[in-house]
């Protein structure tokens, strides 16, 4: 069931799929919004219910009051799940940055957390490790796109059909849907909100980290290039963010470190079924049996 969700904090589009006891909680990467789950939905259906939503700034959601900051961003998650009076136990799954309000929502409810999952997440080591041209281009392609979609919406330069086969991955229903979305023209401002706030989210994660009691899986790409092309990024450069993560996973009180083989940034995140695949199957053996 999709649904807008008015909240103190502001509007948010949300959809609630499957019965279940459990409740997996999603939160997308920087850049997207919860149409990107596609066949990692369809195997976590399979477990139990599943709760998408984009976060303020993102697809049907207003833009946000405050700094984008993660703290505020789980309170702000928690509010609509008490609006929605969706109770635990919980499994909070965070995409990239959507990693960070994953760990802190567990972390403010233990007790109703099942465990929490993080695909190829944000984190200060990760950053380290990427060319200093990476995340200049990065924002600067996400200026450009804001002041274009000013001057001419994107939705009017791209016909659906031409801007859904961008997500071809994705099962036929997510593609246009995501598409629309990130035509918006307030969607890019949503983006620079969270870049304003990269800084001071990595220096608040580490003082995270020890806090947080819920079991976690830390999931990284085999084949990482983040939002660009894989051959301009080496392979030595996959390896470094790789260990990265694993010393993510060894800094967490009590936590798994896997590498997804054949999976980019992208496909670990819902746009490949057999990552999906592998993905559910790891969730299934950790926290159900």
């Known amino acids: 069931m999709e649904r807008i969700v008015e909240t103190v904090d502001g509007r948010f589009d949300t959809r609630l799929t499957g019965t279940g006891e459990v409740t997996f909680i999603l939160d997308h990467g920087m850049m997207s919004n919860h149409h990107q789950w596609g066949w990692l939905r369809g195997e976590l259906l399979q477990l139990g219910r599943v709760f998408e939503y984009s976060r303020l700034g993102y697809g049907k959601s207003s833009r946000g009051k405050t700094k984008r900051f993660f703290s505020q961003q789980a309170a702000e998650l928690g509010r609509v799940l008490d609006v929605l009076t969706i109770d635990g136990p919980f499994l909070f799954i965070g995409h ?8 802190e929502l567990g972390r403010r409810r233990p007790d109703e957390t099942v465990g929490i999952v993080l695909l190829d997440p944000s984190h200060p080591e990760v950053d380290v490790e990427l060319p200093d ?20 919406p994107l939705a009017w330069l791209i016909p659906d059909n031409l801007g859904a086969r ?53 999931l990284s790409a085999s084949d990482w290039a983040g ?9 030595d450069l996959t390896k470094r ?40 199957q790891l969730i299934r053996t950790t926290f159900f049996e």
Do not use: C
């Open 96 to 103: 990239s940055l959507g990693a960070y309000i994953s760990l």
């Open 133 to 152: 041209w990476y995340e200049r281009m990065q924002e600067k392609w996400n200026r450009f796109l804001y002041v274009l979609s000013h001057i001419r």
């Open 166 to 218: 961008m997500f071809k991955s994705l099962p036929k229903a997510d593609r246009v849907p995501l598409w629309r979305q990130l035509s918006r023209t307030h969607h890019w401002r949503g983006t620079l909100d969270e870049w304003d706030t990269i800084a001071h989210n990595n220096q608040q994660i580490l003082q995270l980290v020890p806090h947080v009691t819920p079991p976690v899986l830390v």
């Open 227 to 235: 939002g660009m092309p894989e051959k301009w990024l080496n392979k």
């Open 241 to 280: 963010i790789n260990a990265a993560h694993e010393r993510f996973a060894d800094s967490l009180p009590d936590a798994r470190f896997h590498l997804i083989a054949n999976t980019n940034h992208y496909t670990i995140a819902g746009f490949s079924k057999e990552a999906a695949e592998r993905i559910v």
